[in-house]
């Protein structure tokens, strides 16, 4: 396998040339990766949903699992979300031996923190499942998913962790190949295991296990092969010291976007059980997906344009870095506000890939039009914030992976039910979707504006000194 991973892809130089040229070639495979890697549990869920007799059922079960997967692939981020940023600087700059120092320490990060989840979760899981809003007709398949699902989370991380290392270097097809196996392997596996083999919930979630093992065996032979510039050294598979620290503060916004995606889901779910039945957390499962459809393209973009942005500011050339932010950010606005107009106008092209039955789809098609009225105002929202992950703002990353969902969101959906007659309080929980969306957007975009603007007066020479968040944090 090391021969073959050798010859794929060729590192672009990314300090010249057509910076919408660059920006195409690496955000191609970074988007149809995010696709490709949305696979894992979107094919998942269809499968699970067209499960005769009691496909709805397995549906919100496994929907229920969904922020004990998001809480694991936060971890991921951060420690690859955060490493990578760094290293791209360092690599910009010239500094091999702190590159491959970032590299190294991530790689055990990675390792240690996966085993420390998998215990957890194979302990915990079922009172923290009860607690998401499990019943006793959904725990059974939520129990199942994740048991199987939990032995994987170092695959997992290793997958994801050290997959935006390999982006990082501008290696954007093999990052691509890196989830495309997996995704197809999954989507091969799953009617065989489901149906086929007669497992159910059980055969979809071995089939995700396996297909991340098959992946993180690809990424890993790549890092270990001779084309990457950033190397594995055992002198510093241990260097916990304050590179470590630099690493996951600055993965702590990716981090924080994706852990309190967790958080977000359980106060979904929780708020919609008490409010609600089975149906209602069904919808949330579906629209949840429909979501996750529409943001991956986005985070696959910010991934072509992190290490364009990363290793120009590294090396003060900062003309690319504003055209590389500002292509990002004008394709995402333009993505989402397509997205908006079709799902307002026909959602049920997006939920009956999920399921038919007619009563959850007419509580799915009134739930997704409320919940998505301020999808238009997310790719400024997104975009922006990505900049500053990119530019190494750990504070600023931060605040605003805390405002939209913390800060906005839970509080708007445990307050909004309670001023609203009871026949419509689940619909005041899908309601605090748009408003939180909105809000967050605009705060977002004005910081990102004052901050472009200070890349075009600021001497280079002195750059950001003036904000204790920027690089070096």
């Given amino acids: 396998m090391s021969a073959g991973l050798l010859a794929v892809g060729k590192k672009p130089d990314l300090g010249q ?39 709805d059922l397995a549906l919100t079960g496994v929907g229920l699992t969904f922020p004990l997967i998001m809480i694991v692939t936060a971890f991921s981020s951060l420690i690859g979300m955060g490493g990578a940023p760094l290293a791209a600087i360092k690599l910009g700059e010239g500094n091999q031996n702190e590159e491959d120092k970032i590299l190294s320490s991530s790689f055990t990060a990675l390792i240690g923190i996966g085993a420390i989840l998998t215990g957890i979760l194979l302990a915990f899981h079922e009172p923290l499942l009860f607690a998401f809003g499990a019943k006793e007709t959904t725990i059974g398949y939520a129990s199942d998913y994740i048991q199987i699902y939990a032995c994987g989370s170092i695959f997992v991380m290793i997958t994801l962790g050290m997959n935006a290392f390999v982006n990082a270097q501008g290696f954007a097809m093999v990052g691509m190949l890196t989830t495309a196996i997996g995704a197809l392997i999954n989507i091969i596996l799953d009617p065989i295991l489901i149906f086929g083999c007669n497992m159910g919930v059980k055969g979809a979630a071995i089939a995700t296990v396996f297909s991340q ?114 292509y990002m950010i004008g394709i995402c606005i333009a993505f989402t506000v397509c997205m908006w107009i079709l799902i307002l106008a026909v959602p049920e092209l997006f939920i009956r890939i999920f399921n038919d039955k007619p009563e959850l789809v007419d509580v799915t098609v009134r739930s997704m039009r409320i919940y998505m009225l301020g999808l238009f105002a997310t790719g400024a ?93």
């Fill in 381 to 473: 929202q997104m975009s922006c914030q990505q900049s500053f992950v990119a530019l190494g703002q750990a504070k600023t990353s931060i605040f605003l992976a805390l405002l939209r969902k913390m800060i906005l969101l839970i509080p708007l959906i445990l307050i909004l039910p309670l001023l609203v007659p009871a026949e419509i309080k689940p619909y005041a929980v899908f309601a605090a979707e748009p408003i939180a969306d909105i809000l967050a957007a605009l705060t977002t975009t004005l910081l990102f504006m004052r901050t472009y603007r200070r890349l075009t007066h600021v001497q280079t020479s002195s750059l950001f000194k003036i904000s204790s968040d920027f690089k070096g944090n």
């Fill in 213 to 326: 093992a098959v992946s993180a065996v690809w990424v890993l032979c790549f890092t270990f092969g001779k084309k990457p510039v950033l190397r594995i050294r055992r002198a510093y598979l241990f260097a916990y010291d304050r590179t470590l620290l630099r690493v996951m503060a600055l993965g702590l916004a990716p981090f924080i976007m994706q852990f309190t995606e967790g958080i977000l889901q359980i106060t979904f779910n929780s708020s919609l059980s008490f409010y609600g039945n089975d149906t209602y957390v069904g919808a949330m499962t579906i629209i949840a997906s429909v979501m996750q459809a529409i943001n991956l393209p986005i985070m696959g973009l910010a991934q072509g344009a992190q290490p364009i942005i990363s290793y120009n500011y590294g090396a003060n050339r900062i003309s690319r870095v504003q055209k590389a932010a500002r």
């Fill in 17 to 55: 040339g057509s910076i919408g040229k660059l920006l195409l070639r690496l955000s191609l495979p970074a988007i149809v990766g995010q696709l490709i890697n949305m696979l894992y549990n979107i094919v998942d869920r269809i499968y699970i949903g067209h499960m005769e007799e009691i496909g």
